[in-house]
């Protein structure tokens, strides 16, 4: 069994459970923030939807998709781990976007996009890289 | 079973597991933030400001607010509860605190309010302003969604549109950002309790355990009298 497999199946599950958890308390009134100060600030904002779907759905979506592929690659039923790379990649990507956004356009933090940073950012260090053929165990 | 079935059912279980989890921590009554020992900083009586409710309430709970700050309209309809619940007990007074370097349209909303105020209807452009945020905050010039706002409240347009560019008004609003740089505020909404600095309450219960402790404090200090 790959650890690599393992840290992103874990990672990508406390991600899953990061994006429902903000998707069901959007809607419902102010967010708690304990750590950081702005929580409803972020996720009410214009940068925290697209086409009218909450960000979190797509993180979401991310999510179950990455645990998947963890999971397939666990139990046996395939390579599956080398498809993450490059959605992990774009999810990078975006996550540096989001976090400049919070610091820069709305001037304040939300602490559970900073964890889904922080998660999305450790699956992408630990998703095998495509021009490593060799899979690292 | 083939492991591709066996990981399928681990995938619908996890998901079921996470699922679970996060309805159940979302439907949990929030705590309070911090409960730290350290004093929370107070607020000596700062002047100004407008009140909703009795002059004689045993509490009262002074808000730093901006208009255009979406947890500052989170926050109303925790406020308008709160008020509603004790009638006779709490009373609100509201200072502006216009955070213009990130909210462009904010110093124009808190004009809009004060020149209602002008014509004794402060606090229904105060509720209109925040329940209408969506639509004029995105706004390059929201002065027209300010004036329809006031048309709704049947406020005479040629009067509310002089205050709004009234220097009187201007200089209350900044009188109210002086003080609430005075009294430390570093975010929006800031809520004090008769002087005291409250952590964001995240519910409408916590915010109603606030006033109920502050409530039961004052009474004991009667009855102890």
Not at chain 1, 87 to 112: D, H, M, N, R, W
Not at chain 2, 93 to 122: C, D, R, T, W
Not at chain 2, 143 to 164: H, K, S, T, V, Y
């Amino acid at each position: 069994m790959s650890k690599r497999a393992v840290a992103i199946a874990v990672l990508s599950f406390i991600g899953m459970f990061d994006a429902l958890y903000l998707s069901l308390k959007r809607n419902a009134g102010p967010i708690p923030c304990h750590v950081t100060r702005g929580c409803t600030d972020v996720l009410t904002s214009r940068y925290s939807e697209l086409m009218g779907i909450p960000l979190s759905v797509f993180g979401l979506i991310f999510y179950v998709a990455v645990f998947s592929l963890a999971v397939f690659e666990i139990s046996g039923a395939g390579k599956t781990l080398n498809w993450v790379f490059w959605p992990a990649t774009a999810g990078a990507a975006i996550s540096a976007v989001l976090v400049g956004i919070q610091a820069f356009a709305l001037k304040a933090y939300c602490e559970y996009c900073l964890l889904s940073a922080i998660l999305v950012l450790s699956i992408f260090l630990l998703s095998p890289h495509p021009w490593v053929h060799k899979h690292p165990q | 079973m083939s492991k591709a079935v066996k990981a399928l059912i681990i995938i619908v279980l996890a998901v079921a597991v996470a699922g679970g989890a996060a309805v159940y921590f979302s439907r949990q009554p929030d705590q309070p933030t911090s409960t730290s020992a350290t004093p929370s900083p107070t607020l000596k009586s700062t002047g100004g400001g407008h009140f909703r409710g009795p002059e004689k309430a045993k509490v009262t709970l002074v808000e730093f607010g901006d208009y255009q700050c979406p947890s500052c309209k989170a926050y109303h309809p925790l406020v308008l509860e709160a008020l509603s619940r004790y009638p006779q007990d709490v009373r609100l007074e509201f200072h502006h605190y216009p955070l213009v370097s990130i909210h462009a349209n904010s110093m124009a909303a808190s004009l809009a309010v004060e020149a209602a105020g002008e014509q004794g209807k402060y606090w229904e452009m105060h509720d209109l302003i925040f329940e209408h945020q969506d639509e004029w905050s995105k706004s390059p010039n929201p002065e027209p969604d300010f004036i329809a706002l006031a048309q709704r409240l049947g406020l005479n347009q040629n009067a509310f549109m002089q205050a709004m560019r009234s220097p009187q008004l201007q200089d209350r609003v900044l009188q109210d950002v002086v003080r609430a740089q005075q009294a430390n505020v570093e975010a929006v909404p800031t809520f004090f309790i008769d002087g005291q600095k409250q952590n964001l309450p995240p519910s409408i219960t916590a915010f109603v355990d606030t006033i109920e402790s502050h409530l039961h404090d004052k009474a004991s200090v009667n009855t102890n009298k």
